[in-house]
């Protein structure tokens, strides 16, 4: 990501980052917590997103996040490889209703046009860095 807003930031970018600990409870902390974590834990060594991080939401479920209620509905699939499965194991499915629009794992990308409008979802296995080609639409259609 911090590529990414490197080389589009400039252009108009903006990268905002949702924590959730819907998945596997691996994110217990929160706000400067997080922060901490990356830059000391994981991955360490220095590291600070560039992205603007948000408090922690849930993404799924009955207490999702209006933002993502609205992503999903108008982006119900990922592409991708990995985009036809929910999760590789039921049981961490921890939150109630499930749907098959959820959120599949952290890393999920949501790409939004300057106008708001939902252009593309892209599953956990696709390459952060293989965004650049859809930005760069997006950035041309201004």
């Known amino acids: 990501m911090n590529d990414l807003a490197e080389k589009y930031s400039a252009k108009g970018l903006v990268i905002l980052a949702f924590p959730c600990n819907q998945f596997g409870h691996q994110e217990n902390a929160s706000g400067q917590e997080i922060l901490d974590s990356l830059k000391y834990v994981r991955p360490g060594k220095g590291y600070q997103p560039k992205a603007e991080m948000l408090e922690k939401v ?8 209006p933002l ?9 699939f990922p592409s991708g490889k990995g985009e036809e499965v929910l999760m590789n194991d039921p049981q961490a499915i921890i939150w109630r209703p499930v749907l098959r629009s959820d959120v599949s794992w952290n890393f999920e990308k949501f790409l939004i046009d300057s106008n708001g409008v939902p252009f593309k979802r892209y599953s956990r296995y696709f390459l952060t860095s293989d965004l650049s080609s859809d930005i760069e639409k997006l950035l041309a259609s201004k």
Not at 58 to 64: L, R
Not at 68 to 76: G, N, T, V
């Open 58 to 65: 849930a993404v799924n479920g009955s207490e999702a996040d």
């Open 68 to 76: 993502f209620i609205f992503l999903k509905e108008k982006l119900p």
